[in-house]
């Protein structure tokens, strides 16, 4: 199993560029970078997902070093209701479970202050 | 559109009291997970379902945890002679694809519903 390692916390303020690297030194050639947002009594919600270099989309940026052991989740110009969870999962279609669940850690708790 | 909604929203329970928690997912969704989210965790897979068809429940912490889905759409997942240890928030999510992993699929989850067993 590839197991990820991110930040417990990280603190900001509005306006600033958050970085948040995941580290998962034993990933798997088939394995997909994917990584979720939770709010307060909310459940996970999808933000972005890659397998290598870099992704964009409307909300964040994926960076994928050419090695894949690590990546980094770049969320710009944060705001106050970018405050939550942030989790990293590294897998593929049959990850985990023979169902293909997701498997989250702790995740990395961001604080947005103004 | 409708998203994943799940019921009741906050439940307390005494300790030995059966509880039931209902998500209805996505319509059109074919498989539905159930996820247990202690206190300052990430949430942890229960079980899954494709369709009607619970195909994985290793992850139910003991007997006494039940889930089904029976008709394909919404699923129940019931917890009898509720204990304090099963205080946590429940989560529920769909997706369209079957055996949906994490593979360029994406899983769609409910607001959860939060048990307190006192």
């Known amino acids: 199993l590839a197991k990820t390692t991110q930040p417990i916390s990280m603190d900001s303020y509005e306006g600033q560029e958050v970085n948040i690297t995941c580290s998962h030194n034993n990933i798997a050639t088939n394995d997909y970078i994917t990584w979720y947002q939770q709010f307060p009594s909310q459940g996970p919600r999808f933000i972005i997902q890659?397998?290598?270099t870099k992704v964009t989309n409307e909300v964040a940026s994926l960076f994928i070093p050419a090695d894949r052991k690590s990546s980094t989740l770049s969320l710009p110009r944060v705001s106050l209701s970018d405050t939550a969870v942030y989790y990293c999962l590294v897998g593929d279609r049959y990850y985990g479970g023979s169902q293909g669940n997701l498997i989250f850690g702790k995740g990395t708790k961001l604080s947005v202050k103004p | 559109g409708a998203g994943v909604s799940q019921s009741p929203r906050y439940k307390v329970a005494k300790r030995g009291q059966d509880v039931a928690l209902r998500c209805d997912p996505i319509?059109?969704?074919?498989?539905l997970f159930w996820y247990q989210q202690a206190l300052g965790q990430g949430p942890e897979f229960l079980t899954y379902?494709?369709?009607?068809?619970?195909?994985?429940k290793s992850g139910l912490p003991s007997d006494r945890f039940f889930a089904e889905r029976p008709e394909g759409s919404v699923s129940t997942l019931k917890i009898q002679r509720t204990q304090q240890e099963d205080s946590a928030v429940y989560l529920c999510?769909?997706?369209?694809?079957?055996?949906?992993?994490?593979?360029?699929?994406?899983?769609?989850f409910g607001p959860g519903t939060r048990l307190l067993v006192l």
């Open positions: 319509s059109g969704h074919v498989s």
């Open positions: 379902f494709q369709n009607e068809a619970q195909l994985d």
């Open positions: 999510a769909s997706s369209p694809q079957q055996a949906p992993g994490l593979g360029g699929t994406t899983q769609y």
């Open positions: 890659g397998y290598k």
